[in-house]
């Protein structure tokens, strides 16, 4: 058991869920909400005990909350119901937020929760449900230290590879856009390079491995070369996400006054995948499919016909089964 502290789960998505399973497995006991209560039961067998509303959280001493956007932060937070004001006078005494959203978004909920008396602790993480489960996860955080003296026992049983505190305020958020701006700009470089590389004649299994094993090898060239050989578009992050991003990064490079021309092009570059998703039949579902699909963008504006190699690729992610 990690602590002795109470604590909350909002959230049971492609991330919260593998995330509140590791809270349980490491001895925690979890009170957890979702929207759609039947996505949370099946972590009553490890001990998760299912509530009927956010407000049901508010006598808790943390609550981890992983939503989709700031909006849905807001209505759990504070909406009807909601942990933070539906409480009856309750309300947690720390909650660490751990959904990518943006820094606005997240300096106005801290300012709403400071009035409530609630420290609130940003906390976006680095990685997908994959990731998560073969618990190879981080986490970036800033708020108060000493609510980040508490979290972090506790968010090491689903971040292990380290959480990182950076300081007061919102510095996470501009450090989780930063970090999803290198995703952008390393999975379109990627993607020129391994289409390069098959004109010129070379299968993009032999390729990636090459770059796997070498100096610019990384756990995330690793886990996506599986989707660039055999053409596995299972979603785990989408375009529009990462275009929103790539537009975060830059209204921030303007706001501080950083060039970022690299960023820029990327920007650029993604946005040829949502016009080449016209000569879709259904643009919408090509739309939904992974960001490494961005691939066949690539492809496609240098004449290449892409094909599944059908060969297995280790993603270093093993230990997901």
């Known amino acids: ?11 049971m998505g492609r991330m919260g869920y593998p995330m509140a399973e590791h809270l349980l497995k490491a001895g925690n006991t979890v009170s957890i909400w979702n929207r759609t209560r039947s ?3 099946p972590l009553a067998k490890l001990g998760g005990r299912v509530v009927e509303t956010p407000a049901d959280l508010a006598g808790c001493d943390l609550v981890f909350i992983m939503v ?7 209505q759990v937070c504070f909406g009807k119901d909601g942990v933070a004001a539906g409480g009856k006078g309750k309300a947690p005494k720390v909650i660490v937020d751990c959904s990518s959203i943006s820094v606005q978004e997240s300096a106005d909920c801290r300012a709403k929760l400071q009035a409530l008396g609630v420290d609130f602790l940003a906390a976006p993480v680095s990685g997908n449900g994959k990731v998560v489960k073969a618990g190879k996860l981080s986490a970036v955080v800033s708020g108060p230290k000493a609510a980040f003296d508490i979290a972090k026992p506790y968010m090491l049983s689903f971040a292990p590879r380290g959480v990182s505190y950076v300081g007061e305020g919102e510095r996470s958020r501009i450090c989780k856009i930063a970090h999803n701006v290198m995703l952008g700009v390393v999975i379109q470089n990627l993607a020129e390079i391994t289409i390069l590389a098959e004109k010129a004649g070379v299968p993009r299994h032999a390729f990636l491995e090459f770059m796997n094993n ?26 529009e996400l990462l275009r929103k991003d790539l537009d975060l990064g830059l209204e921030a490079g303007r706001k501080l006054d950083v060039p970022m021309p690299v960023t820029a092009a990327t920007r650029e570059a993604l946005q040829a995948h949502f016009g080449a998703a016209t000569l879709q039949s259904d643009p919408q579902a090509y739309l939904a499919k992974d960001f490494a699909a961005t691939l066949e963008t690539v492809a496609l504006a240098a004449g290449v016909k892409l094909k599944p190699e059908n060969v297995p690729v280790p993603t270093g992610l093993e230990t997901e089964e």
């Open 1 to 11: 058991m990690t602590g002795n502290h109470t604590l909350g789960w909002i959230g």
């Open 39 to 41: 996505k949370a039961e």
């Open 68 to 74: 989709s956007t700031g909006k849905d932060l807001d």
């Open 214 to 239: 070498g100096a610019m090898g990384s756990m995330f060239t690793r886990y996506k070369s599986n989707a660039f050989v055999n053409l596995d578009w299972t979603t785990t992050f989408t375009p």
